[in-house]
């Protein structure tokens, strides 16, 4: 049984930082991409960040380019997200994913889902 479990989230003010893990289970770890995904009440599921299955390519949304960064420790199972000069617009309920097709925009392209952790920025 595959399980993908995100922690990390919480409540921060504008301009400070979090890291996001998701931890998986039940899958062949490096066989996967991951993405990092995020939804906002009465919005549509996003794409954030994503890393190749080897760690070597990282794709990342322009709304959070420079700030974010996605990063994946195979032997570990893990993968991260650092989120730096977090603002208002950043919140949202952060999901990881996983994906053997590769690095994808679409969330439907993704295989396996984590629950979801939630990110809160005040201003």
């Known amino acids: 049984q595959v399980q993908l479990v995100e922690s990390g989230g919480g409540l921060v003010q504008a301009g400070g930082s979090l890291r996001l893990s998701c931890a998986a289970s039940g899958l062949t770890f490096s066989s996967y991409a991951r993405g990092w995904f995020r939804q906002a009440p009465g919005k549509e599921r996003e794409f954030v960040a994503g890393i190749s299955r080897s760690g070597s390519n990282t794709y990342y949304a322009d709304s959070v380019k420079g700030r974010f960064t996605i990063s994946r420790d195979n032997a570990k199972n893990t993968v991260y997200l650092q989120m730096n000069s977090l603002k208002p617009e950043d919140t949202a309920v952060y999901y990881c994913?996983?994906?053997?097709?590769?690095?994808?925009?679409?969330?439907?392209?993704?295989?396996?889902w984590g629950q979801g952790t939630q990110v809160t920025v005040s201003s």
């Open positions: 994913a996983a994906g053997s097709s590769g690095v994808a925009y679409r969330p439907s392209l993704y295989n396996y």
